[in-house]
């Protein structure tokens, strides 16, 4: 199957700095990817659809301007969460479409944790 | 109302054993995916299998099997002769019909965290 990567695997900041997460489609390209959050013990939720060469688009409730999303080539989508604070700290996936919109494939994730 | 229920938080199967993870979903689209993915303690997001809205068969990989109830609007996974290594949370997702042209996002249901027991 496809591979998707994430770096970093892992990240701790302190609170006010920002974090860029890269989500990158390696034997694929990917028009579409999505990125996921995932709190511990809880199913992932959606967070935002980017599309290579156009803005992002947000589920409800995500703020646009904290969670950053840019798709500038067909392989690598980056997701940075500015101003993080601790409430942000969670493990963010990100998935990559293949031929088929019935294929996501997911990245191995990035456990970000806000001191 | 929830898109994705998956009943059972957890379960306890004897290795060897077949186990059953409910799922039912809820859409009025015609068009929808629904799928299964499996995510040991590491994390990653392991695919399982799909079903399309349209497939008239229910889909099948290896050792999994997805018993399709379009009727029912229920997608359970059945995971025949089950393994210590299938030790995880295993989650149900839906991607429903297309909006826009493109691809949407999956909707997951809170997942069923399953133990082999030897």
């Known amino acids: 199957g496809a591979v998707v990567s994430q770096h970093p695997s892992r990240v701790i900041c302190k609170s006010g700095t920002s974090v860029k997460i890269e989500c990158r489609s390696l034997?694929?390209?990917?028009?579409?990817m999505f990125w996921y959050r995932q709190f511990p013990k809880q199913s992932l939720m959606l967070m935002a659809t980017s599309n290579e060469g156009s803005k992002a688009t947000y589920e409800q409730g995500v703020e646009k301007d904290k969670f950053l999303i840019n798709h500038a080539s067909l392989t690598l989508s980056t997701l940075t969460v500015t101003s993080a604070h601790p409430e942000d700290s969670s493990f963010y996936i990100c998935s990559a479409c293949g031929e088929s919109y019935n294929e996501q494939f997911f990245g191995p994730g990035t456990r970000l944790t806000v001191l | 109302a929830q898109k994705i229920t998956q009943t059972q938080p957890g379960m306890f199967v004897q290795e060897k054993e077949a186990v059953t993870l409910d799922c039912t979903y809820d859409?009025?689209?015609?068009?929808?995916?629904l799928f299964w993915y499996k995510q040991p303690s590491s994390g990653e997001m392991i695919f399982l299998i799909y079903?399309?809205?349209?497939?008239?068969q229910n889909a099948t990989e290896g050792r999994y099997s997805l018993n399709f109830q379009k009727a029912r609007k229920s997608a359970n996974l059945v995971i025949s002769a089950s393994q210590l290594g299938d030790s995880a949370m295993y989650f149900c997702?839906?991607?429903?019909?297309?909006?826009?042209?493109?691809?949407?996002?999956?909707?997951f249901g809170k997942g069923t965290h399953l133990i082999i027991q030897p």
């Open positions: 859409t009025s689209d015609q068009s929808y995916g």
């Open positions: 034997d694929f390209q990917a028009t579409t």
């Open positions: 079903q399309g809205s349209y497939d008239e």
């Open positions: 997702a839906m991607r429903e019909g297309y909006s826009g042209g493109g691809a949407d996002g999956l909707t």
